[in-house]
């Protein structure tokens, strides 16, 4: 069974950059699709980022895309979101997820492994 840790949230202005990064405890992590959700307090969770099992598709909704860049090292075992020009709204708690489907998924149903979460606030 696959095990995630988030790390690199944190506190930062309007505009600042973050780059939170997904340690994966399995042998197989290269079978995996990876992604990443948020939830900000009293709202659902939403679709983040997502990158398939080869690292060479990746898929963003429009709220993000431009913005935030989802990447993968096979060698670390790590799953990375490069986060620019941060928004107060992008304040939430982000969630690593990992689906043994190896595609590009963007529903919360099709993740098998949860992180236990990183907080990212952004003042304005």
């Known amino acids: 069974q696959a095990q995630l840790e988030e790390s690199g949230g944190g506190l930062v202005q309007a505009g600042e950059s973050l780059r939170l990064s997904c340690a994966a405890s399995v042998r197989t992590f290269g079978n995996y699709a990876m992604g990443w959700f948020r939830q900000a307090p009293g709202k659902e969770r939403e679709f983040v980022a997502a990158?398939?099992?080869?690292?060479?598709?990746?898929f963003y909704p429009d709220s993000v895309k431009g913005r935030f860049t989802i990447s993968r090292d096979h060698a670390k075992n790590t799953v990375y979101l490069q986060m620019n020009s941060l928004k107060p709204e992008d304040t939430a708690v982000y969630y690593c997820?990992?689906?043994?489907?190896?595609?590009?998924?963007?529903?919360?149903?099709?993740?098998?492994?949860w992180g236990q979460g990183t907080q990212v606030t952004v003042s304005s």
């Open positions: 990158i398939d099992w080869s690292g060479l598709r990746t």
């Open positions: 997820a990992g689906s043994r489907l190896r595609v590009v998924v963007t529903t919360i149903t099709s993740y098998d492994y």
